[in-house]
């Protein structure tokens, strides 16, 4: 089982058959980089971010932001030497074998899927504030939020639903099944928007930053309290790395990077610190120009006490910046700059949907892979006559997406998604040392420089952030792993073409959707 390794060999001989023009440097890649990390986390999560950490957020943007770029190191490395579809589980297959490359693939399918209902419930929040800004209307809240979740029960006192949510995620799934083609151009115009956006949020919010609104500085402290979980700064880091993720974008360029030893390290460290300064800038921004929150402290959002909390301040005609859910669009309300939250609104509204967009693309990629190496059902990879997308596989990954996004709020899917993510970044790095081990002497366009400390730290920070995420989320991973390895031995490990003998070299990629923003 762990001996079922994907011939390197053969992987490598795919990529020769369609090699790519080298011809990326280190401006290009950067500005790829900082278009693929800035979206949903930044507009979306600071509000549930700032809950768990109060002012001390800051420091939760710059850990999260050092694990990400140890991991983009790892992670480069073995895109240089492995340039093919299916990122991080086509990685594991050709070093730690098919069982853990499962896992990865299945992980890999958590994250995406439950990413893309994160964002969909963000672009709801939006949505609906933008709405309730220029119209006055806005929906009742049983029907634009879904309930709140514990280990403890249910609580539909807040919401039952949200339909908004239900309704961006099943029509990006339609986009996505007909195929159409957003272009290369049209998506640079989004980035750009999301980008003067935030500009203008951070031109407007730091003229108006109280020095008093930073104390306390770490209300929860760096862990939280004793006896709570995903609480404090780390806490915070655990959920805000979903605001970071993207950044494979530049590592999976490295095949068509001039230079990549060189390109590869500007561009992964220059996008990732960019990003962090604007998120540090937004962030102090946000929190300085209306304070973080009056809510008790010790409190998880989405949690049905912060709910009831949140409610009772709006009842006094209160709503603090952890409990909105169009964060940077109310505190711009708030200091009297309507008209540049209803635009900050409208760039979410705009943007969000191409993120999700791209969340559901890259589920299908992964499922696809996984398919196309028999260990699943070969008929959920079935090509539309007509629209030539995987339009079986996008209509069921659409429809648990809109699922989860109706009835999980913002916070709670971010964290779920992060545990799919750590562990496929956690398994990249410990694949990266396995590999300099086992064949040190295979050519890699891209050495991870000062691989044994830069891997280990990435090994740690996953581990110690995925440990920091509340404990409902922690045990999503292993319960989804439980299901995936009964999938894996009722049918991939009896139809895997690696078990059978079957690894020709015919992977070529002409088979796969194309990229719906190419």
Not at 11 to 21: D, Q, R
Not at 106 to 120: P, Q, T
Not at 350 to 365: C, D, E, F, K, N
Not at 424 to 438: D, E, G, N, Q, Y
């Amino acid at each position: 089982m762990f001996g079922r390794v994907k011939s390197l060999d053969a992987i490598l001989a795919t990529a020769e058959k369609k090699s790519l023009h080298r011809s990326l440097g280190p401006v290009q890649l950067t500005l790829l980089g900082v278009g693929a990390i800035i979206g949903t986390g930044i507009f979306v999560l600071t509000a549930a971010a700032a809950q768990k950490a109060g002012p001390g957020i800051m420091w939760s943007f710059v850990i999260a932001g050092a694990v990400c770029a140890a991991a983009a190191l790892c992670y480069s490395e073995l895109a240089s030497m492995v340039p093919v579809s299916g990122s991080a589980y086509t990685y594991s297959y050709a070093v730690v074998g098919e069982l853990l490359a499962w896992m990865v693939g299945w992980a890999l399918i958590l994250e995406y899927a439950v990413a893309a209902s994160a964002v969909s419930v963000g672009w709801s929040g939006y949505f609906m504030g933008l709405l309730k800004s220029l119209t006055g209307f806005e929906l009742p809240p049983s029907l634009s939020a879904g309930p709140t979740w514990s280990l403890t029960g249910v609580d539909f006192s807040h919401g039952i639903i949200n339909v908004p949510a239900i309704v961006v995620a099943l029509a990006v799934t339609a986009l996505l099944m007909k195929g159409t083609k957003e272009s290369a151009t049209f998506n640079a115009i989004l980035v750009a928007i999301k980008v003067a956006a935030l500009t203008m949020f951070v031109v407007l919010t730091i003229p108006a930053i109280k020095g008093e609104h930073f104390a306390p500085f770490a209300p929860n402290g760096w862990f939280g309290p004793a006896g709570t979980s995903g609480l404090g700064i780390v806490g915070a880091a655990a959920s805000i790395f979903f605001a970071y993720v993207g950044f494979d974008a530049v590592s999976t360029a490295a095949e068509e990077t001039k230079n990549p030893q060189r390109n590869v390290p500007i561009g992964l460290i220059g996008s990732l610190a960019i990003c962090t300064v604007f998120y540090l800038l937004v962030a102090g921004g946000a929190i300085g120009a209306i304070g973080a929150q009056p809510t008790a402290l010790a409190t998880q959002p989405g949690s049905a006490e912060f709910t009831a909390q949140c409610a009772a301040l709006a009842k006094q005609g209160s709503t603090p910046l952890v409990c909105s859910n169009e964060a940077l669009a109310h505190v711009l309300r708030s200091i009297n700059y309507t008209w540049a939250g209803d635009l900050i609104g409208l760039a979410a509204n705009l943007a969000l949907p191409s993120v999700i967009l791209m969340m559901l693309y890259g589920q299908t990629r992964i499922f696809f892979v996984m398919a196309r190496d028999g260990l699943l059902p070969e008929k959920l990879a079935t090509i539309h006559p007509k629209w030539k997308t995987p339009y079986i596989v996008t209509f069921i990954t659409g429809v648990f997406v809109a699922i989860a996004a109706a009835l999980l709020p913002v916070g709670q899917l971010a964290d779920i998604s992060n545990s799919g993510t750590l562990f496929a970044f956690f398994m990249v790095s410990i694949a990266v040392l396995i590999l300099r081990v086992r064949d040190p002497h295979r050519v890699r366009p891209f050495r991870t420089p000062l691989v044994w400390v830069v891997a280990l730290f990435a090994i740690a920070g996953c581990l110690m952030l995925f440990f920091n995420l509340p404990f409902e989320a922690m045990l999503v991973l292993p319960v989804w792993g439980a299901i995936g390895l009964a999938v894996y031995f009722a049918y991939g490990y009896r139809k895997s073409h690696v078990g059978r003998g079957l690894v020709e070299v015919h992977e070529s990629d002409a088979d796969l959707p194309s990229s719906p923003l190419g």
